[in-house]
C-alpha cells in the first residue's frame, strides 16, 4: 500500500534480525532475556497479555488441521523496526523516530506523552503502554540493567533491538580504531538472539555481504510480515513449511490462486 | 429570588431553591467523575478499561464526538457573520456556548487520556509537523482560546457586570470584532476536524481507517469536516429545544430551527453522497490490495448493521428528511432527524476509533473487544454535567436568546 503520509529511509546500515520459525521450539527463553535485560518491571496483571509489557511475544500458529495432519509452528515477534515504519511518522512530539544508522527505530521515554496513537498505528501490536508503576520486588531492583533507562508509568515502550547493546559495540569498535559502522558479525546481537538455544535468530546488518542475514533474507523460504501493507520490516522470518508463509500476510482467494 | 438583580431584565426564572437543587444534582454527577478523575491521575490508566490492543476508547470516541457535534459553532458563526445569515443571530449565542463545552471538556478528557499529562505542552515544543494529531493538538488548543473570545462578550452583557463601563467597552469591542475571530475560529476548526479524520486515514497499517486521498490529506480528512458542519448545526437546534423543554419557554423562532435543518440537511445530502462513494472505494479498491475483503472487517460484536445504520437509517434517512421542506416544517420530524443525524455522526467515530482496532490485521491474532469501565463511564457523564451546569447557569444570568422576550 502506499501511504501519504509514508517515509522511507535508507541507511548504510540495516540491523535485520532473521528468525528461522522451524527452529524455534516456543522455549520462551528470548522472552525472558529480553525482559531481564530491557529492565522491564514484573507485571502486576502476569497473565494479562493485554495489560503487561512484553517487548517480544511468541504467536502459536497452527495448520487447522487435525489428526496427523496437524501441525504447529511458534513465531517470535519482537519490533519489526519497519523500514517504512507507521509509527514514526503519527508520533505528535517526535518521540519516537527512524533517523539513525541501523534503521531501528527509536522511542525517546522522557519525550513521549502517552497518547498511544504509535499503538493505534501498528499493526504488529509490537508497541505496549505502561498502564502502571514499574515494581520490582524487594531485591531485583539490584538486577537492573545499568544501560537501560526504566520507564515510568504513563509512556508507550517498545523494542529496541537492544540498542545499549549497539552503542557499547560501536564505543568498542572506536576504541580499537575500527569504523563503528561497520561490525564484524556477533559484534552486536541483542540478548534474545544471544539466548535462543537452538539457533533459530540471527541478527547482523542485512547491507554488509559478510553478514550471515544478507544471504538468508533472500532465501525462497524468508518472508516478512504483513509486507502487503509497505511497512518493511527489518524482521524476516524462515520457514519451508508453506502453511506458515503463508500465514504471515492476508490473502483473498483470488490472490492465493494467483500465487498458488 | 435572592438572585433576581443578576437575570437578565424582562425574562422569568425559576426560583432560585429550584435552581440550586437542580445544580446541586448536577454537581453530585460531576463529584463522582471527579472522584474517577482523581483515581485516574492519581493510580495511572491502569484503573481504565484501556489495554494494549485498545489504546483508544470511549474516551477519545467521546472527545471526536463532542468535536463534531461542537461544530455548530464554527459553522454558525462562519454562516452568520461570513456570509451574513442574519437570522442565526437568534442561536449564534447558544452556539458558541455549546462549543467551548464540547472543546473545554474535549481537552479535560485529553488530560486524563494522555499517559503524561504534565508533558502535554511537548506538543508545541516538540512538534512532528508530519502527524495529524500535532495539527490537532494546535488547532483545538488554538480554537478553545478562540470560542472564550466569543464566550466572554456574552459573559460581560450579564446585568450586573456591564454596569462597569469597562465591560461594557470590552464587551461591545468584542462584538465589533466577532466576523474576525468567527474568521479565525473557521479557519482553526477546518483545519482540526479534518485532521481528526486524516488521523486515522493516514494509518497505512490499519485497513479500517486507511484512506487514499488528495496531497497530503487522506479522504477521511474531508469527510470529518463535512459530517461535522453537517450534525453540528442540528446538534445546536437539539440542545436549544432541550432548553426549552426544561423551561417550558419558547427561546428561539421555529423559523431560525428550520433554517440550520436546511443547512444541515444539505451538508449531511453532500457528506453522505461522498460518504458511500468512498465506502464503496474502500471495500472494492483499499482493502482487496491490503489482502483484506469487507466481511473480514466486521464480526458478531462489531457486525455491519453498524455501518448500514450509519450509513442508512442515520445517514441516508435524515439527508433526505431535512432536504424535504416540508418535514422540516414538522418540529417532531425535524427533531428526530436531527437525533438519527447526530447518531449517525457518534457511530462513525466509533467505529473510526474501536472498531479499527478491534480488527486482526495479522492473520494469525484474533479478534478483540473493548469494554469500557467505570472510570472512563463517569468521566465522560462528568463532561455532560459540566456542560449542563454551565448552560444552566448562561440561560439564568446571560441574555443568550435575543428572542426570548419577544416570544414568551
Redesign the interface.
Known amino acids: 500500500?502506499?501511504?501519504?503520509?509514508?517515509?522511507h529511509h535508507h541507511f548504510k546500515v540495516k540491523w535485520t534480525m532473521v528468525i528461522d520459525i522451524d527452529k524455534c521450539t516456543g522455549c520462551g527463553a528470548c522472552v525472558v532475556a529480553c525482559e531481564a535485560e530491557n529492565n522491564i518491571a514484573p507485571s502486576?496483571l502476569p497473565f494479562?497479555?493485554?495489560?503487561s509489557i512484553h517487548w517480544l511475544i511468541i504467536?502459536k500458529?497452527t495448520n487447522g488441521k487435525e489428526g496427523a495432519a496437524y501441525d504447529e509452528a511458534y513465531?517470535p515477534r519482537p519490533c519489526m523496526q519497519c523500514g517504512n515504519p507507521?509509527c514514526a511518522?503519527?508520533?505528535?512530539?517526535?518521540?519516537t523516530t527512524k533517523d539513525e544508522e541501523g534503521g531501528i527505530v527509536s522511542q525517546i521515554y522522557p519525550?513521549?506523552?502517552?497518547?498511544?496513537?504509535c499503538?493505534?498505528?501498528?499493526?504488529?501490536?509490537a508497541?505496549?503502554?505502561?498502564?502502571?508503576?514499574p515494581v520490582w520486588p524487594q531485591g531485583m531492583d539490584k538486577m537492573i540493567t545499568p544501560y537501560v533507562s526504566v520507564r515510568?508509568?504513563?509512556?508507550?515502550e517498545k523494542c529496541t533491538f537492544c540498542h545499549h547493546r549497539y552503542q557499547k559495540a560501536k564505543e568498542e569498535a572506536r576504541a580499537k580504531g575500527k569504523d563503528p559502522l561497520k561490525l564484524e558479525e556477533g559484534a552486536y546481537i541483542p540478548a534474545c538472539v544471544e539466548i535462543c538455544p537452538t539457533g533459530a535468530l540471527v541478527f547482523g546488518d542485512a547491507m554488509n555481504p559478510k553478514h550471515q542475514v544478507s544471504s538468508l533474507i533472500k532465501s525462497k523460504y524468508a518472508f516478512r510480515?504483513?509486507e502487503?501493507?509497505?511497512?518493511e520490516p527489518q524482521v524476516y522470518y524462515l520457514s519451508r513449511r508453506r502453511w506458515v508463509r503463508e500465514?504471515?500476510?492476508?490473502?483473498?482467494k483470488k490472490?492465493k490462486k494467483q500465487e498458488g | 429570588m435572592k438572585d433576581s438583580k443578576f437575570i437578565p431584565e424582562g425574562v422569568e426564572r425559576c426560583p432560585f431553591p429550584r435552581f440550586i437543587t437542580w445544580l446541586g444534582f448536577l454537581g453530585l454527577i460531576l463529584l463522582i467523575g471527579i472522584i474517577a478523575a482523581i483515581k485516574i491521575l492519581w493510580r495511572g490508566l491502569g484503573v481504565t478499561g484501556l489495554n494494549n490492543y485498545f489504546g483508544f476508547g470511549l474516551w477519545i470516541t467521546f472527545d471526536l464526538a463532542v468535536i463534531a457535534l461542537g461544530a455548530g459553532a464554527f459553522f454558525s458563526g462562519f454562516l452568520r457573520y461570513i456570509l451574513r445569515i442574519d437570522e442565526l443571530k437568534n442561536i449564534i449565542n447558544l452556539a458558541v456556548i455549546i462549543g467551548f463545552l464540547c472543546y473545554s471538556g474535549a481537552m479535560m478528557i485529553l488530560a486524563l487520556d494522555i499517559g503524561q499529562p504534565a508533558r502535554a505542552w511537548f506538543g508545541y515544543w516538540h512538534p512532528n509537523v508530519h502527524s495529524m494529531l500535532t495539527e490537532v493538538i494546535f488547532c483545538i488548543t488554538c480554537y478553545l482560546m478562540v470560542l472564550t473570545i466569543e464566550y466572554l462578550p456574552i459573559i460581560l452583557e450579564n446585568r450586573q457586570i456591564n454596569k462597569s463601563p469597562l465591560c461594557k467597552h470590552m464587551a461591545h469591542n468584542f462584538h465589533v470584532f466577532m466576523p474576525l475571530f468567527a474568521a479565525v475560529g473557521t479557519f482553526l476548526s477546518f483545519f482540526h476536524q479534518g485532521s481528526l479524520g486524516g488521523m486515522y486515514g493516514v494509518l497505512f497499517a490499519r485497513p479500517f481507517v486507511f484512506r487514499h486521498g488528495f496531497f497530503i490529506w487522506p479522504w477521511t480528512f474531508f469527510l470529518f469536516i463535512l459530517s461535522a458542519i453537517a450534525a453540528g448545526p442540528m446538534f445546536t437546534v437539539l440542545i436549544c429545544s432541550l432548553i426549552e423543554k426544561l423551561t417550558g419557554k419558547r427561546l428561539v423562532e421555529f423559523r431560525v430551527k428550520e433554517l440550520m435543518g436546511k443547512i444541515s440537511g444539505i451538508l449531511l445530502c453532500i457528506y453522505i453522497f461522498f460518504k458511500i462513494i468512498d465506502t464503496w472505494a474502500w471495500a472494492t479498491g483499499v482493502l482487496p490490495k491490503m489482502g483484506f475483503t469487507f466481511d473480514q472487517m466486521y464480526n458478531e460484536v462489531y457486525g455491519k448493521w453498524l455501518l448500514w445504520t450509519e450509513l442508512g437509517v442515520c445517514g441516508v434517512v435524515p439527508a433526505i428528511m431535512l432536504i424535504l421542506p416540508g418535514v422540516r416544517k414538522r418540529s417532531f420530524l425535524l427533531h428526530l432527524a436531527g437525533i438519527l443525524a447526530c447518531v449517525g455522526i457518534v457511530i462513525n467515530r466509533f467505529v473510526f476509533t474501536v472498531q479499527s482496532l478491534a480488527i486482526p490485521v495479522m492473520p494469525f491474532d484474533k479478534w478483540h473487544v473493548y469494554i469500557p469501565n467505570w472510570t472512563e463511564w463517569a468521566t465522560s457523564i462528568m463532561v455532560l454535567a459540566y456542560g449542563a451546569i454551565v448552560i444552566s447557569l448562561s440561560y439564568r444570568y446571560l441574555p443568550v436568546f435575543p428572542q426570548e422576550r419577544q416570544l414568551n
Open positions: 500500500m502506499s501511504g501519504l503520509m509514508q517515509i502486576p494479562n497479555r493485554l495489560r504467536y500458529l513465531l507507521s511518522s503519527v508520533c505528535p512530539v517526535v518521540a519525550r513521549c506523552i502517552g497518547c498511544r496513537y499503538m493505534a498505528a501498528c499493526p504488529y501490536h508497541r505496549v503502554f505502561n498502564w502502571f508503576d515510568p508509568r504513563g509512556v508507550v510480515l504483513l502487503k501493507l509497505g511497512t500465514m504471515a500476510d492476508n490473502h483473498i490472490q
